[in-house]
T-cell receptor
């Protein structure tokens, strides 16, 4: 599969635990986005990278969230001290160039219990 | 920042009828407007997009229209089929340096 892949697909964690998600974009895409999607809502922007540089973070992104893209390839999103409100689908998307098609991964569904 | 409103939130049509979903945006600088389809349990996938230098774009049974003056754009699906049943999202961005802002989605049900 040459598309965007995310791991894990599902994660159940206890409140207060830390979790980390991984996204592998399409190899030639230099832009990578993280979105969060809750039931009945559209994807909400969290943060994005151009190559290894994190260019923008949403106000939605509390200091418990951190993202990296160390070599400009895969990216990780970490949530520390998870809260029940963090339960959502976390989507990664990659783009080859500005204002072009965003290719989404299957997402990681996080459930905080 | 950009704000995108999408209507209706749910839409049911008979197979073979047309479906129309409308979106409005707030940032007059927005110039790229994609539409994504998300089937249950699957990833969002682009079905059509339009740029501000074009008023209408068609791809088989799907068309998108853009009215920059009124700041709204619409998705039109003709001859609907059961496999068109999904959630559809509109989005907008002023430029490639600004992430896409999505509407809340429209759940389309095509009844056979």
């Amino acid at each position: 599969d040459t598309g965007v892949s995310q791991d894990p697909r599902h994660k159940i964690t206890k409140r207060g635990q830390n979790v980390t998600f991984r996204c592998d974009p399409i190899s030639e895409h230099n832009r990578l986005y993280w979105y969060r999607q809750t039931l009945g809502q559209g994807p909400e922007f969290l943060t994005y990278f151009q190559n290894e540089a994190q260019l923008e973070k949403s106000r939605l992104l509390s200091d418990r969230f951190s993202a990296e893209r160390p070599k400009g390839s895969f990216s990780t999103l970490e949530i520390q001290r998870t809260e029940q409100g963090d339960s959502a689908m976390y989507l990664c998307a990659s783009v080859i160039a500005a204002a072009t098609e965003a290719f989404f991964g299957q997402g990681t569904r996080l459930t905080v219990v | 920042g950009e704000n995108v409103e999408q209507h209706p939130s749910t839409l049911s049509v008979q197979e073979g009828d047309s479906a129309v979903i409308k979106c409005t945006y707030s940032d007059s600088a927005s110039n790229y407007f994609p539409w994504y389809k998300q089937e249950l349990g699957k990833r969002p996938q682009l079905i059509i997009d339009i740029r501000s230098n074009v008023g209408e774009k068609k791809d088989q049974r799907i068309a998108v229209t853009l009215n920059k003056t009124a700041k709204h754009f619409s998705l039109h699906i003709t001859e609907t089929q059961p496999e068109d049943s999904a959630v559809y999202f509109c989005a907008a961005t002023p430029d490639g340096n600004t992430p896409l802002v999505f509407g809340k989605g429209t759940r389309l049900s095509v009844i056979a």
